[in-house]
């Protein structure tokens, strides 16, 4: 029998990448007091441990996280921990366990406690078979273990929300570039590297061919979605619940290098392909987003000029 959700948020993993901007945001909106940060990992120095309540948690620690969910009174989670493709590929067991053991301890705790859930999925979902622009449904065939365990989270949620009625929603987020905290593990991380190897020594060696096109999404837009999604009433939300397509904008790492070369003086940009090519050659070019437009309203905001723009401005003004 489910009990009554309390009112407070709590982030997972919330010290990476997304965690970081998602629960400063989400302290801006509903008071710090409101969101619980938690992460496996301790860094007291780090802005959503200063800024608010923190809280030191597995999500494979079934019983510690139902404690936390009671403890500080918790009616929705923003499930964000995971390990990611690239470091996902070097420890397939690890990223298995991680992200489909620890979406299930989140998804058996909101069927507990009456949750909402918002649990992101990947383009990382679509194999080598996808067509190179992704339509919101096809075969999900991906040769990644992380893909896979995106594939599982996807109809995990399905499953629980036609089998319990847990509300649990998710994202297929693109590549996201940002500045605020380093990029976790992934193939897509040379989107975001490109910009601090530019400032800080004028080189960058990229790990991808530059003709690599890959769906990217500058960080601000992925934060707008995601809280669109979950203030989206539940009528609203089709069956593209577990992870909805979203576009950001698409390049290859060229034109990436090139926008940067036009912002920094003298940049320069060597191709050098290692493993993570062979993930990014599994992946879509670019995503059909007319389900999380028709449902949810989605339009990003942010092409690849604005986005560089956002980058350079964002990291040059960090380390004044
Ligand atoms: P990240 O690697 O930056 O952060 C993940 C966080 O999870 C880290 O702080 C890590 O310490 C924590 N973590 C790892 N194992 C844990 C455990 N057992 N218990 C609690 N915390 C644990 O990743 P991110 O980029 O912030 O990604 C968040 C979510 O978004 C993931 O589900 C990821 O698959 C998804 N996603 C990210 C991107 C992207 O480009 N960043 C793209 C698509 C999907
Ligand atoms: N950006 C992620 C990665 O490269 C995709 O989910 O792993």
Request: a negative charge; one cysteine or more; proline letters at 5%.
């Amino acid at each position: 029998m489910a009990d009554t959700p309390g009112s407070r948020i709590l982030v997972t993993g919330a010290l990476g990448q997304i965690g970081t901007e998602l629960t400063e945001t989400l302290r801006e909106r509903y008071g710090a007091d409101a969101v619980v940060a938690s992460d496996v990992r301790d860094l007291p120095d780090h802005p959503c441990v200063v800024g608010g309540p923190y809280r030191n948690l597995s999500v494979i620690d079934a019983d510690a996280f139902d404690r936390v969910v009671v403890e500080e009174g918790i009616g929705t989670v923003y499930h964000l921990a995971a390990i990611l493709s690239a470091t996902g590929e070097k420890k397939p067991e690890l990223c298995e366990r991680i992200n489909v053991g620890g979406t299930v301890t989140v998804l058996e705790a909101a069927r507990k406690h009456s949750l909402r859930v918002y649990a992101p999925s990947s383009i990382a979902v679509f194999g080598p078979d996808a067509p190179k622009h992704a339509p919101q449904e096809c075969t999900l065939n991906p040769t990644t273990t992380y893909g896979k365990t995106k594939v599982t989270g996807e109809r995990l949620a399905m499953n629980y929300w036609k089998q319990y009625g847990v509300d649990v929603r998710g994202i297929r987020y693109p590549g996201l570039v940002s500045y605020k905290a380093p990029a976790g593990g992934g193939t897509t991380d040379y989107a975001v590297d490109i910009f601090h190897h530019a400032l800080e020594t004028g080189h960058y060696d990229c790990f991808v061919r530059g003709d690599t096109r890959l769906p990217m999404m500058y960080m601000a837009d992925a934060i707008r979605a995601t809280i669109a999604l979950m203030d989206a009433p539940v009528e609203a939300i089709g069956t593209a619940r577990g992870g909805y397509n979203i576009s950001g904008c698409s390049f290859t790492a060229t034109e990436l290098a090139e926008a940067v070369g036009a912002r920094v003086s003298g940049f320069t940009c060597d191709f050098l392909p290692d493993v993570r090519q062979k993930y990014a050659d599994s992946w879509p070019d670019s995503v059909d987003d007319e389900a999380a437009q028709a449902d949810w309203g989605w339009v990003a905001e942010y092409d690849l000029e604005a986005m560089c723009d956002a980058m350079i401005a964002g990291l040059q003004s960090s380390s004044i």
